[in-house]
């Protein structure tokens, strides 16, 4: 189902399976397991998506979202603005995304086409763990990622990928984070 929404929306699913909603500014109350699809053709500008359950989330190009919840999958299509709240929650991150983590043990799953990932307030999260997918960026252990993190010495850090681009730790300084902080996928 398509579910086109506008500005002060209040979206309530049940049990979701399939559900596609497009739009701006709306909130989504979401029940139960299953999935949802936000922001319909990459024009979604969705804020404050609430989930009562483990829902997997789908982002289109250009999405806009917060999320809320725990358990929870946000799965990005690229150049999306995101902060995820819960804890426990996973994120498949693509180019060109912004992520908050303002929650509690985020896993930040990373692939080859990520390009310029920028990811914020993850050394607040004592328990996130960023996975480099297939091994993106080269790196065969944790503990060479950490090692590999460069400061900017204005309280952020980059880890190079190579070719798959960069992630830019956000308020992140090397000495926030450890090998533990790390995992090869």
């Given at each position: 189902d398509v579910?086109?929404?506008t500005t002060g929306d209040q979206i309530y699913l049940g049990g979701v399976s399939g559900e596609t909603i497009d739009g701006a500014g709306f909130t989504v109350h979401a029940g139960g397991g299953g999935a949802v699809t936000l922001?319909?053709?990459?024009?979604g500008n969705a804020t404050d998506i609430g989930a009562g359950a483990a829902i997997t989330w789908d982002?289109?190009?250009?999405?806009?979202a917060t999320f809320y919840g725990d358990g929870s999958t946000v799965n990005s299509a690229g150049a999306s603005t995101y902060s995820v709240s819960g804890s426990s929650d996973i994120v498949t991150a693509a180019a060109a995304d912004t992520v908050t983590d303002s929650g509690y043990s985020l896993l930040v799953k990373i692939g080859f086409s990520t390009g310029t990932l920028s990811l914020a307030s993850f050394g607040a999260d004592s328990a996130g763990?960023?996975?480099?997918?297939?091994?993106?960026?080269?790196?065969?252990?944790a503990n060479a990622a950490w090692s590999a993190l460069v400061d900017d010495g204005h309280g952020n850090s980059t880890l190079a990928l190579g070719a798959s681009g960069s992630v830019?730790?956000?308020g992140v300084t090397k000495e926030m984070l450890s090998a533990a902080s790390f995992r090869i996928g």
């Open positions: 579910i086109s929404a922001g319909g053709g990459g024009a982002l289109l190009m250009g999405s806009n763990v960023i996975d480099l997918l297939g091994g993106a960026g080269g790196y065969g252990t830019h730790l956000t």
